[in-house]
T-cell receptor, first 113, second 113 residues
């Protein structure tokens, strides 16, 4: 079945450091891929998405590229801020599963000043 | 402003009582979802509905019930049969278009003692 695997957290970085959160997936067909962010006590917010191979999603300085050859969708940011501290979820949707999202377990990021 | 509202933000109940969590959306989305999130965990799908008057069980439906009488509303009832009801509950919706991104409400934190 479809699945998403994220790197285990927590990840602790200093402000202005480079961020990578790895995400790989297993899916039949051609899924759409997403990154969501969850701040403490809140719901999930869509951060970025990509709907086909080689698409790059970007938002608020975050980027991720849909790599079909490596079945990956790694999240990157060149210079993190304290305000980026949150939990990040990778997810995929597959039209074959009625479009339901499959989520990774989440990666908690803490950025220190 | 369009969005998803969940109420209340915090809910406290005694063991053995049923409790209903509200979810309303004004995005004109067809599909709606309920997820459960436990501390430090990912999201688990409870129920979803692709269309009014129809819904399907997710991965952990036991002890929960839903209704979808209106397109805008998808209330979740946590019954006394749910063994571990204390959790953070998230509602989401999607237009079900090409990329299936889901939009989330702010969540309801349910505590049962």
């Amino acid at each position: 079945g479809n699945s998403v695997t994220q790197m285990e957290g927590p990840v602790t970085l200093s402000e202005e450091a480079f961020l990578t959160i790895n995400c790989t997936y297993t899916a039949t067909g051609y899924p759409s891929l997403f990154w969501y962010v969850q701040y403490p006590g809140e719901g999930l917010q869509l951060l970025l998405k990509a709907t086909k191979a080689d698409d790059k999603g970007s938002n608020k300085g975050f980027e991720a590229t849909y790599r079909k050859e490596t079945t990956s969708f790694h999240l990157e940011k060149g210079s993190v801020q304290v305000s980026d501290s949150a939990v990040y979820f990778c997810a995929l949707s597959d039209r074959g599963s009625q479009g339901n999202l499959i989520f990774g377990k989440g990666t908690k990021l803490s950025v220190k000043p | 402003d369009g969005g998803i509202t969940q109420s209340p933000k915090y809910l406290f109940r005694k063991e053995g009582q049923n409790v209903t969590l509200s979810c309303e959306q004004n995005l004109n989305h067809d599909a709606m979802y309920w997820y459960r999130q436990d501390p430090g965990q990912g999201l688990r799908l409870i129920y979803y509905s692709q269309i009014v008057n129809d819904f399907q069980k997710g991965d952990i439906a036991e002890g929960y019930s839903v209704s979808r009488e209106k397109k805008e509303s998808f209330p979740l009832t946590v019954t006394s049969a749910q063994k571990n009801p204390t959790a953070f509950y998230l509602c989401a919706s999607t237009a079900g278009q090409v990329s299936y991104e889901q939009y989330f409400g702010p969540g309801t934190r349910l505590t049962v003692t």
